[in-house]
């Protein structure tokens, strides 16, 4: 039973989505990966279309909004809103791992700080759930199976 619950569970957790979430003095969006982490050096070009949220975003969907970048200098987050362009640059792995980032530095300095906060919905504990359900119904089953054979006795 184990073994089927696994070879179930395993591939659903790895398609998992990831939330980003960006705030900024000159705005902030909300990103929902449905592939997973950023991985390294790979760059997403988002336009306001492809956001889940977005306060003080560019209002042409054409142009990008927002482009998540994993490089060898940091991830690099780069803002295009109704106040400007930035870039801000984190910690090198902030894409990849669960957690709330502080921005080493914003392009320009006068832009301030940005906050990245990285989430993934854990898999692992909806399937132990699932499993200790599922064992939970087995023993009922067999405790009533057997109430009933001992009551024809």
């Known amino acids: ?73 940091g991830d690099i987050v780069a803002f295009s809103g109704t106040s ?8 090198i792995g902030a894409f990849e791992a669960i957690g709330t980032y502080q921005s080493l530095i914003g392009i320009p300095s006068g832009v301030g700080g940005g906050t990245l906060s990285v989430q993934a919905p854990e898999p692992g504990t909806i399937g132990l759930l699932a499993c200790g359900l599922l064992l939970m119904a087995g023993f009922a089953s067999r405790k009533r199976l057997g109430a009933i054979v001992s009551a024809r006795a």
């Not at 003095?25 to 997403?44: H, Q, V």
């Not at 400007?84 to 910690?91: I, M």
């Open 1 to 73: 039973m184990a073994l089927i619950a696994m070879a179930v569970l395993v591939p659903a957790s790895k398609a998992d989505s990831v939330n980003y979430t960006f705030s900024s003095s000159i705005g902030s969006f909300e990103y929902t990966s449905n592939s997973g982490f950023i991985a390294p050096n790979e760059t997403l070009l988002l336009s306001k279309n492809d956001l889940t949220s977005c306060t003080g975003c560019a209002q042409y969907s054409l142009l990008p909004s927002a482009a998540l970048s994993a490089s060898f200098l």
């Open 84 to 91: 400007g362009t930035a870039l801000y640059v984190f910690q």
